[in-house]
């Protein structure tokens, strides 16, 4: 295999906590089947269908967020919910499951892994952040979306309270959210 092909999948991978997948290498210009090649030879493991990660790409502990978001194929998945609270730092919620929301019309017919929680929603852009690389909903949707799945009111009150004393919601949407919690 031509290094260049293996180092435009490598830098892709690098960005996506060591994972590539076969839409990413399809955008890229280069068969899907090199993945496979790849895995072959033990330079990449296969994780799920579509989806390999570089073994050489060192862990940091947040892989599992990044390969949820690359789980759906053919769109990518953003972190939300509990999940999201957890990753903006909002609160001291430990979610059970990897949260996801996908486009309201996009449809999986495989078997979602056990670990997973799927929501569907068309997010508009400003409710779209990234941390720390992975792909996620803005403080503000999460405690929406906390509120709406009824998170411990507790739990909501100290991210309302977290992202307020870090200046992440202000003014109307401050007061919004505050008068959803008590409402809920």
Request: glycine letters at 6%; a positive charge; hydrophobic letters at 40%.
């Amino acid at each position: 295999m031509p290094r260049d092909v293996a180092r435009i999948l490598f830098d892709r991978a690098f960005d996506q906590y060591g994972f590539v997948t076969a839409d990413d290498a399809r955008s890229l210009g280069i068969n899907h089947q090199r993945l496979v090649d790849m895995e072959r030879r033990g330079t990449l493991e296969r994780v799920a269908r579509g989806l390999y990660r570089f073994r050489v790409i060192p862990y940091t502990g947040r892989e599992h967020l990044m390969e949820a978001v690359l789980w759906p194929r053919r769109t990518r998945g953003v972190v939300s919910h509990d999940t999201a609270l957890h990753l903006h730092d909002l609160c001291d919620i430990d979610p059970s499951k990897v949260h996801i929301t996908v486009p309201r019309a996009y449809r999986i017919n495989r078997t979602i892994p056990s670990g997973y929680a799927i929501h569907h929603r068309d997010l508009s852009p400003v409710d779209r952040a990234v941390v720390e690389g992975i792909p996620t909903v803005t403080p503000l949707r999460a405690i929406k979306d906390g509120i709406d799945t009824h998170v411990d009111p507790k739990l909501v009150d100290q991210a309302i309270d977290t992202a307020r004393r870090r200046g992440l919601i202000r003014g109307r949407d401050l007061a919004d959210l505050d008068r959803r919690a008590r409402d809920a």
